[in-house]
């Protein structure tokens, strides 16, 4: 696929410059600049309903919708709750505290 669009994989936020940004353990908060705060669910695990969304854009290419879930597999990011309700921004810095389970964050 030449493109492929965050919004078509069903993104609310995209964070640049953390290459592990899929792996970040549940518990890990991200914070920004208005006093916002996600808290990390976990990894959103890939599914068909993105892949569905990435075959209308590129009909000519088959099963796209079930082989999106192969490919995703450690590549789709994470789910976060509100923690803090604030204002996000494009191209705030974000704050990435993470969780280590052997000394976990209160």
């Known amino acids: 696929m030449e493109t492929v669009l965050p919004e078509w994989l069903g993104a ?63 590549r789709r990011g994470i789910v976060c709750a509100v923690e803090r309700p604030g204002e996000i921004h494009e191209n705030d810095e974000v704050q990435i505290l993470i969780n280590d389970f052997a000394h976990p964050m209160q």
């Open 12 to 74: 609310n936020l995209l964070i640049k410059g953390f290459p592990e940004f899929t792996k970040l353990t549940m518990g890990s908060r991200l914070l920004f600049p208005s006093g916002a705060g996600l808290i990390c669910m976990g990894e959103n695990q890939p599914c068909t309903l993105p892949g569905d969304e990435i075959q209308k854009h590129y009909v000519e290419h088959e099963t796209l919708s079930t082989r999106f879930v192969r490919a995703g597999y450690k």
